[in-house]
């Protein structure tokens, strides 16, 4: 089970933290991702974050967003820096792919967490 939480309503080049938790012994291990989805688009894969702490994130999320681990806690966690308009969608936090890289096709997601920037 994937929780998410930390969405909300911020103004361009606020920060946001988003966090999910998660249930399951073996999910330090595993690959784990964000992905956002605003109406009218399609899904875009953000960041991603393999069981060694290796990271990969999309072009518009580099240099401003931050995917890491709490394996003890058993948290995933985005930080996002310098947000701006377009960021705005729902965030889901995922997890296990054939293949870890951003936009893999994940398994396992969450409810989402709805981000809006103004």
């Known amino acids: 089970q994937l929780v998410e939480s930390g969405g909300g309503s911020v103004q361009a080049g606020g920060s946001l933290r988003l966090s999910c938790a998660a249930s399951?012994?073996?999910?330090?291990?595993?690959?784990k991702g964000w992905f956002r989805q605003a109406p009218g688009k399609e899904r875009e894969g953000v960041a991603a974050?393999?069981?060694?702490?290796?990271?990969s994130y999309a072009d518009s999320a580099k240099g401003r967003f931050t995917i890491s681990k709490d394996n003890a806690k058993n948290t995933l966690y985005l930080q996002m820096n310098s947000l701006k308009p377009e960021d705005t969608g729902m965030y889901y936090c995922?997890?296990?792919?054939?293949?870890?890289?951003?936009?893999?096709?994940?398994?396992?997601r969450g409810q989402g967490t709805q981000v809006t920037v103004s």
């Open positions: 974050i393999d069981g060694l702490g290796r990271t």
């Open positions: 995922a997890a296990v792919a054939p293949r870890c890289e951003v936009g893999a096709p994940f398994d396992y």
């Open positions: 399951g012994r073996l999910y330090s291990r595993v690959c």
